[in-house]
């Protein structure tokens, strides 16, 4: 009797010791897991940050972008009021070829309205640069914004997965404490 209730001890502890290692690397995996959440969270938080800085900088850039379209658009307004000031210019060398007017002094007056209609035209130039680069930059950060969006769409999905198997593994770790088939 006494070699019978050994064996059964025995197997008892051994099988005591084989859920004990068993709760401890469902404990170790539990740990893993919380910290990975931990991880996930605070890289969550960095692509959140991340994405409202940069829909800052979008709608910095769409207002700065509209703003160059209205000054593109007084721009092209004097560039047709330069072209009828050519054909008045024109008409007045006309007039003044009439009245004898010296043709230095005709000269002056054709350089004068000459310089300003290319001052005109070097603003406009720069203008529709400036407009060219607000634009590449804006579909660049459209870009990046989108590949952060699905970024943290892949991010928040892990997160959820990792913490739904967190869940699953504090639910399973009091069912195996507990030795099955054993009675008080």
Not at 39 to 59: G, H, M, V, Y
Not at 85 to 108: V, W
Request: hydrophobic share 30%; aromatic share 2%.
């Amino acid at each position: 009797a006494v070699v019978s209730t050994q064996s059964t001890g025995g197997k008892s502890n051994a099988w005591m010791q084989a859920k004990a290692e068993e709760i401890s690397g469902l404990q170790e995996k539990l740990r893993e897991a919380t910290r990975s959440a931990g991880s996930l969270r605070n890289e969550k938080k960095s692509l959140i940050e991340a994405t409202d800085l940069l829909q800052s900088t979008n709608q910095q850039l769409k207002a700065n972008l509209e703003s160059q379209k209205i000054e593109l658009e007084r721009f092209n307004q004097l560039q047709v009021r330069c072209t009828q000031q050519e054909g008045f210019i024109e008409q007045l060398e006309g007039r003044l070829a009439k009245h004898g007017l010296s043709k230095s002094d005709q000269d002056r007056e054709i350089a004068k309205q000459m310089g300003v209609i290319r001052d005109l035209h070097n603003r406009l130039q720069s203008h529709m640069d400036t407009m060219q680069d607000l634009n590449r930059q804006l579909s660049t950060l459209n870009q990046e914004n989108y590949r952060l969006k699905s970024s943290l769409e892949k991010e928040t999905i892990l997160r959820r997965s990792l913490e739904d198997d967190v869940e699953t593994l504090r639910a399973d770790i009091p069912s195996r404490q507990r030795p099955a088939g054993k009675s008080r």
